[in-house]
C-alpha cells in the first residue's frame, strides 16, 4: 500500500512537502515515483527515484521541486518550493519494480492522491 499526505493550499511562491509510505508489497518496489493530475487535463510525471537514489524530474519542476527517499522506513518525500498556480493538481505517488520511467503505465502500484492548491 502507498499512503500520500502533505498537500494543502498555498500562496504562489510558497512551499509543501508531501510523503508517501509504503507498507506491505510495496515496500520492496525499487522505484517511487510522483505524479500529477490537474482538473481537465491528463495525467503527468513530476519525480522518480530510485533504491540508490537515482532521481528524475519534468523539466516543469527542476530546480524548484526536490524528491528524497527514506529506504529505511519506505517513505519517499517530494518537497516542492517555489510553488505556482499551474502546480495546483492531485498528487499520486507510484511504486514500481524496477527501474524509475516517467510513464505512468509502468508503475505496478499507485496511492490515493493528495490536493495541492496553489493560489495567485
Known amino acids: 500500500q502507498l499512503q500520500a499526505s502533505g498537500g494543502g493550499l498555498v500562496q504562489a511562491g510558497g512551499s509543501l512537502r508531501l510523503s508517501c509510505a509504503a507498507s506491505g508489497r510495496t515496500s520492496s518496489c525499487y522505484a517511487l515515483g510522483w505524479f500529477r493530475q490537474a482538473p481537465g487535463k491528463e495525467r503527468e510525471f513530476v519525480a522518480a527515484i530510485d533504491r540508490y537514489r537515482r532521481t528524475s524530474y519534468a523539466d516543469s519542476v527542476k530546480g524548484r521541486f526536490t524528491i528524497s527517499r527514506d529506504n529505511a522506513n519506505i517513505t519517499v518525500y517530494l518537497q516542492m518550493n517555489s510553488l505556482k498556480p499551474e502546480d495546483t493538481a492531485i498528487y499520486s505517488c507510484?511504486?514500481?519494480?524496477?527501474?524509475?520511467?516517467?510513464?505512468?503505465?509502468?508503475?505496478?502500484?499507485w496511492g490515493q492522491g493528495t490536493l495541492v492548491t496553489v493560489s495567485s
Open positions: 507510484a511504486a514500481r519494480l524496477s527501474a524509475y520511467s516517467d510513464n505512468a503505465f509502468d508503475y505496478n502500484y
